[in-house]
C-alpha cells in the first residue's frame, strides 16, 4: 500500500492527511508485538531480554505526571538515558506517554485521535521494521496500563505476547477484565486535577531531617545528573513532542534556578536563551502571585 510504503518510520505516521484517511489497526494487517515492563534491575538484564526477542524497535507508553516526567527508580529507565542507550544497541526508541495525567488516564487516552495514531504507528513498526515492543511501567502486565494497550491491539486482530523478567512470554488473551485501578482512574485524576487548580495541593514540607547538615552534605557530594537541555528539543518527534519539551524545560530551568547552589539533583547544561527567558518571565509571574496571595491574607 502506497500509504503505508511513504514514510521511513520517523517523525509521525499520521501528520500525512492521507496516510490518516486510510490507515487503521485493521488496515495493517495482522502483525505480532511484544510487552514488558521497565522492571529490570539493571541495564544489562532489560537489553538482554530485547535482544532475547530480537527486539529492533521500543515504544515507551509510561505515563507522564502533572510535570511531564516519567516516575522510574532505576536510572537506567529515565527516559533520555533509555533513548541514548537504545540507539547504541540499534533499537529504534520512542517515548509517547500513554495515560498521562493531563489526559486522564490510559482508558481515557486510548479514545484520543493522538494514541489511536500511535497505536497504528506501532504496528507499521511491526510490519516493516521488525519485532516490536511497547513499555509500561510494572512487570506484571496485569497491574499495568498497558493490560489495556494489549486489548485495543488484540481487538483489532493483532497478536501480542506479554514478556515476564525471566525471558518467557504469555500471550494475551482478549477479553481480559479492566482492573478496579483502571477503571477508576480517570476520576482519580480528574479529581487530582480540580485540587491543583483551586491551590489545595500544598507543597510538601521537609522534615527537620531533610535540612539538617547532614542532609545537605550529602546532597553537595552527591554526583549530579546531566541534563542537556538542547538535546532534549532536538530529539522532539514532532511539534507536539517539542512544545511539551519545551514546557518541561522551562520548569526545570524555573526549578532549578530556585535552588541553593550545589543542593539541585540535576545539572543543566546547553541551556538555550529563549528557555531561560522563559523560566525568568514564569519566576518573575510567581513571585507576583505569591506577594498578592500574602497580601490576602493579612
Avoid at 542507550?85 to 495515560?99: C, D, P, W
Wanted: proline share 3%; aromatic share 6%.
Amino acid at each position: 500500500d502506497d500509504a503505508e510504503r511513504s514514510w521511513d518510520g520517523y517523525g509521525d505516521l499520521m501528520h500525512n492527511p492521507t496516510r490518516r484517511a486510510s490507515l487503521n489497526l485493521k488496515s495493517m494487517g495482522s502483525q505480532s508485538l511484544f510487552s514488558l515492563g521497565a522492571t529490570a534491575r539493571t541495564e544489562r538484564l532489560f537489553f538482554d531480554l530485547l535482544s532475547q526477542h530480537a527486539i529492533r524497535v521500543l515504544y515507551d507508553f509510561r505515563p507522564t505526571d502533572y510535570r511531564d516526567e516519567v516516575r522510574s527508580q532505576q536510572p537506567h529507565f529515565e527516559i533520555r538515558l533509555l533513548k541514548s542507550l537504545s540507539r547504541q544497541r540499534g533499537v529504534h526508541y520512542r517515548h509517547v506517554a500513554v495515560g498521562r495525567e493531563t489526559a486522564y488516564g490510559v482508558l481515557r487516552h486510548l479514545q484520543s485521535d493522538e494514541v489511536k495514531h500511535i497505536l497504528v504507528e506501532l504496528v507499521w513498526q511491526a510490519k516493516h521494521r521488525g519485532r516490536t515492543a511497547f513499555l509500561g511501567q510494572e512487570e506484571d502486565w496485569r497491574t499495568d496500563g498497558r493490560l489495556a494497550v494489549a486489548e485495543e491491539l488484540a481487538k483489532h486482530g493483532h497478536d501480542v505476547q506479554h514478556i515476564r523478567s525471566d525471558g518467557s512470554c504469555e500471550p494475551h488473551v482478549l477479553g481480559m477484565p479492566t482492573p478496579d485501578f483502571l477503571v477508576q482512574e480517570e476520576a482519580r485524576l480528574r479529581k487530582l486535577h480540580a485540587q491543583r487548580r483551586a491551590g489545595e495541593l500544598g507543597r510538601i514540607e521537609k522534615s527537620a531531617v531533610d535540612r539538617s547538615t547532614e542532609a545537605v552534605a550529602r546532597a553537595l557530594a552527591t554526583e549530579k545528573v546531566q541534563f542537556d537541555i538542547a538535546a532534549e528539543l532536538r530529539d522532539a518527534e514532532n511539534q507536539t513532542d517539542l512544545a511539551r519539551a519545551q514546557k518541561r524545560a522551562v520548569r526545570l530551568q524555573l526549578t532549578e534556578s530556585r535552588k541553593e547552589p550545589g543542593l539541585s539533583k540535576k545539572k543543566l547544561v546547553a541551556v538555550p536563551a529563549h528557555i531561560k527567558k522563559e523560566a525568568a518571565e514564569a519566576r518573575i509571574r510567581l513571585d507576583a502571585k505569591k506577594k498578592q496571595q500574602g497580601g490576602a491574607h493579612k
